[in-house]
């Protein structure tokens, strides 16, 4: 038994070590853009950050989380702002979150599948993008829709649906 478990121990070790040497992580580098639109509503978010581990070759071992800071909501409007922050319950949930469960290519682009938290609601949705790999730099250009009631967003004015449009430039971390 001890003769065959140190083998199957080595190998797990190796393939363990040779997935992490395949994906890459990246950081995010400004300017980047998170813009949403939808409705008569429209502006960007300009507070991200992000973990990604990406392998383009193998995107279902990829991990992608991100977090934006609600309060860097920017319409264009300082009372337009303030609708957004209060629509989005800024005081009680300062961030909106997603965490990819899922990663895969489709064609020449991507889609990661993943659970997106808003306002304390957490639903999944699919982000699909694409990948300008640049060496140690690159792109991740995307979008994905959002229903803000299904997040508790009701409030007057809010959208049936929005469309948030992503390019955010990497480096190698």
């Known amino acids: 038994m001890k003769k065959t478990m140190f083998p199957l121990l080595l190998l797990f070790v190796v393939s363990i070590s040779a997935l992490a040497l395949t994906l890459n992580t990246y950081k995010v580098k400004s300017p980047y853009e998170v813009k949403f639109s939808g409705g008569r ?6 507070d991200l950050k992000a973990n ?6 193998n995107p279902e071992a990829s ?4 977090t934006i ?9 300082f009372i337009k702002n303030n609708h957004a922050k209060d629509a989005l319950d ?3 949930y300062p961030t909106i979150s997603f965490v990819s469960t899922n990663v895969t290519k489709s064609g020449s682009a991507y889609q990661a599948a993943g659970k997106l938290t808003m306002k304390g609601v957490t639903k999944p949705v699919t982000i699909h ?6 060496g140690a730099e690159g792109v991740f250009k995307g979008d994905f829709k ?3 009631k299904e ?6 004015g809010s959208p049936d649906e929005l469309t948030i449009s992503l390019t955010v430039p990497v480096t190698k971390a």
Do not use: H, L
Not at 52 to 57: A, L, N, P
Not at 129 to 134: E, I, P, R
């Open 41 to 46: 509503i429209n502006g960007v978010f300009e």
């Open 52 to 57: 990604i581990q990406f392998d383009k070759e």
């Open 63 to 66: 991990k992608i989380s991100a």
């Open 69 to 77: 800071v609600v309060e860097s909501i920017a319409t264009g409007f």
């Open 90 to 92: 800024a005081d009680k």
């Open 129 to 134: 993008f694409t990948f300008d790999d640049k």
């Open 146 to 148: 959002v229903i803000p």
């Open 151 to 156: 997040f508790g967003i009701t409030r007057n």
